[in-house]
């Protein structure tokens, strides 16, 4: 069994930072992808950034220049730098990853239970 958990979200003012981490725990035998996930209240779920398992990033447009988003293979963790925070970027973050597991080595995608950033005008 593999859990992610995410921390470091909560309340900050408008310009502000947050640093978001997940880390990945039990069974595992490697990690391909990770990514961090935002849903904003009465939104669907959207993708804010990718991060391959060699390094190489991607970034949703309205967090380009803002966010950096980048991962600790020896901790199985993720992190997401978020600065210059804005209203709009409130909502629940969540991280995901690509775990290959024993005993069937198969790759499966696993989620956080999510993290409340909240960014006040």
């Known amino acids: 069994q593999v859990q992610l958990v995410e921390s470091g979200g909560g309340l900050v003012q408008a310009g502000g930072s947050l640093r978001l981490s997940c880390v990945a725990s039990g069974s595992i035998f490697s990690i391909n992808a990770m990514g961090w996930y935002r849903q904003a209240p009465g939104k669907q779920r959207e993708a804010v950034a990718p991060?391959?398992?060699?390094?190489?990033?991607g970034y949703a447009d309205s967090v380009k220049g803002r966010f950096t988003i980048s991962r600790d293979n020896a901790k199985n963790t993720v992190y997401l730098q978020m600065n210059s925070l804005k209203p709009e970027d409130t909502g629940v973050y969540y991280c995901?990853?690509?775990?290959?597991?024993?005993?069937?080595?198969?790759?499966?995608?696993?989620w956080g239970q999510g993290t409340l950033v909240i960014v006040s005008s």
């Open positions: 995901n990853a690509e775990v290959t597991s024993p005993p069937t080595y198969r790759t499966v995608v696993v």
């Open positions: 991060i391959t398992s060699g390094g190489s990033t």
